[in-house]
């Protein structure tokens, strides 16, 4: 599945009709977020993870998802199961997002 670009117009919907949900946080100026950008869109094509939607949220420009999830640094991921905001983490570490994306399929 691909990373689907989301916005505060969005985001509530894409999670009220999705069950399983990851959200990279970034902004345009975070290099750290552009060097994760690869993995996380390898990530979405992963056939262990087809059930999750891969979301991308430009942090700066949409206020309401980033409350949401109570982001603090960049990058940031949060998984949503439901539409409840179940993990989040400040991290540009592969494995911390893949344990993130296996604790969400386990609820």
């Keep these: 599945m691909a990373v689907v670009v989301s916005t505060d117009q969005d985001f509530k919907n894409t999670l009220d009709t999705n069950a399983k949900v990851i959200v990279k946080y970034y902004a345009d100026w ?3 977020c552009k060097l994760f950008s690869p993995k996380y ?3 979405s094509n992963d056939e262990r993870f087809t059930n999750v939607v891969f979301l991308d949220i430009n942090a700066e420009e949409n206020e309401a998802a980033r409350k949401l999830a109570g982001v603090d640094n960049l990058p940031f991921f949060a998984t949503f199961n439901q ?3 179940v993990e989040s983490s400040a991290s540009s ?7 993130m994306i296996e604790n969400l399929l386990s609820k």
């Design 30 to 32: 975070c290099g750290s």
């Design 41 to 43: 869109k390898r990530l």
């Design 83 to 85: 539409g409840e905001l």
């Design 93 to 99: 570490k592969e494995e911390v997002v893949v344990k």
